[in-house]
């Protein structure tokens, strides 16, 4: 190799090594760092705790035993809304049929909620839907709660909500339905009619 190719060569080598110092020195004066990005996976970070709170059927004593024993063999316990401490989401009222008692229980199994509805206390064949995923909402800065709680509404809760928000038309009203509520966000109302569960506008 001709000793003039050699000089240059090494002469690029050694460009290329200061000028490789002097960025990393650069860098390290600011506070900058060279490594590859982290490849830890995001699980470093503490993530959100899962602090939905559940009771068991037994924790509620109006339940009618036959019911309460049918919750406890499907696996059912019922979600708690994070700022109520009373235990909820349990409901009786005229879901189905004027002058009947139905009962609604929000049941939860492996972390995903379904409404129960028991015609006439009847454990054979409830209605079964609006199934969600027990999740925890924000609730303001960096605060997470539970917030899904069902209660009965009457006639002219759904008249009013229908007229203020629109959605479905109602059909007609002889009977209480269940508002399904995200608790200060959005609701729906699931009413039973003509043997189906209609969806209607709640709170918007």
Known sequence: MPLCYAQSAMERILYRYRRLALIALVCSTAGIS???????????FR????????????????????????????GCTVPQVSANN????VIKGEFTRKGQTDWAVL??????ST???FRNASVRNPSEFAREPDELQ???????????????????????HYQAY????????????INDAFVEKASGIHYFDAGKWFNLKGAD
């Open 34 to 44: 060279l490594a590859r990005p982290s490849q830890e996976p995001i699980t470093k």
């Open 47 to 74: 993530p959100v705790d899962f602090r939905v709170r559940r009771l068991a059927p037994s924790a509620f004593a109006e339940l009618p035993p036959n019911i309460r024993r049918e919750l406890e063999r499907r």
């Open 86 to 89: 009373q235990p909820h989401n």
């Open 107 to 112: 049941c939860s199994v492996n972390q995903a």
């Open 115 to 117: 409404i129960l509805v």
């Open 138 to 160: 924000a609730t303001g800065g960096d605060a997470v709660a539970y917030s899904r709680a069902i209660s009965g509404v009457d006639r002219a809760y759904i008249l009013s």
């Open 166 to 177: 629109g959605g479905n038309k109602p059909p007609t009203i002889d009977h209480q339905g």
